[in-house]
């Protein structure tokens, strides 16, 4: 009876790999003399036994978990609402799975990921049951493949443990409350391929310290910082890509704006409650 082994020997057992009859013999030696051992060999194949079979399971095992190993359609299905994007693709709809540290596969079932569509994530989805929502609640990390072209409206909006996302290259386009009440949030990096914020993209982001908006983005829309506290890496605490100053977040008294700027966009100083003057040089040719 396996309550008769001693801790050694059920540890050995444990530990050890058996890779042919001889290392049988051997563990069988390492019993106790007062155990009585009746072997019972059921459809021995050595390779089942071997080092890289071992290995090759650790390691789909391994992939599995990162979601990057192959799987069904339907497995899939299990995990992501999914729909066509038209052009021989998959919108990722909505996130069905229980992992909390995600990363979105590339491809499934030889059709790309391209885009992740609006609330896919988000704890605010509509119809959401509460278990649903309590799993998003969840969510510290996303990885977004560089197949992904576009990430919709709202799509990660109130997964408020997300603490890390890695956004690839290849998005073009950030929508409205994309990240909105994200409140644990601290940093993230914005590709050169963006060009365009949604209005509310980062609104209540209440950690966020570290954000990096490359020239490349032509477009940021009201409110995209609302109720953040991100005093940015700009001069004076504000947001300027390029030639645009899209948003004050500083605290300044009195604000000069560089003459690097030609344009000031929409709402780009409201709620600046301590504000006493404005110099605006005779760079800026609009305002917002």
């Not at 990885?143 to 408020?160: E, L, M």
Request: charged share 25%.
């Amino acid at each position: 009876p396996i309550s008769d082994l001693n801790a050694e020997t059920v540890q050995y057992m444990v530990n050890e790999k058996i890779i042919d009859l001889e290392d049988i013999d051997m563990l069988i030696e390492k019993f106790p003399d007062n155990i009585e051992i009746k072997p019972i060999l059921l459809d021995y194949k050595p390779k089942n036994f071997s080092e890289k079979y071992i290995e090759k399971q650790e390691n789909d095992k391994f992939e599995k978990e990162l979601g990057i190993k192959e799987r069904t359609l339907n497995e899939w299905k299990k995990i992501y609402t999914l729909s066509d994007d038209g052009k021989n693709g998959y919108i990722i709809d909505s996130y069905k799975g229980t992992d909390t540290d995600i990363i979105i596969p590339n491809a499934i079932k030889n059709k790309k990921i391209t885009a992740i569509g609006a609330s896919a994530f988000s704890t605010y989805q509509e119809r959401l049951t509460d278990d649903k929502k309590n799993i998003r609640n969840k969510i510290t990390s996303i990885v977004v493949p560089d197949t992904v072209k576009s990430i919709g409206g709202g799509a990660f909006s109130g997964c408020r443990n997300l603490k890390s996302i890695t956004i690839p290259n290849s998005v073009k386009n950030i929508g409205g409350h994309t990240f909105s009440d994200c409140s644990s949030l601290t940093s993230i990096t914005i590709p050169n391929s963006v060009t365009s914020i949604g209005s509310g993209a980062f609104k209540s982001c209440s950690s966020l310290t570290s954000i990096t908006i490359p020239n490349s983005v032509t477009s940021i829309r009201e409110m995209a910082f609302d109720e953040t506290p991100w005093l940015g890496n700009q001069p004076k605490g504000s947001i300027i890509t390029g030639k645009v100053l899209y948003k004050y977040t500083g605290d300044e008294k009195n604000v000069v704006i560089p003459d690097s700027v030609t344009s000031i966009g929409n709402y780009a100083f409201s709620d600046c409650s301590s504000l006493t003057s404005i110099t605006i040089p005779n760079s800026v040719t609009s305002i917002g």
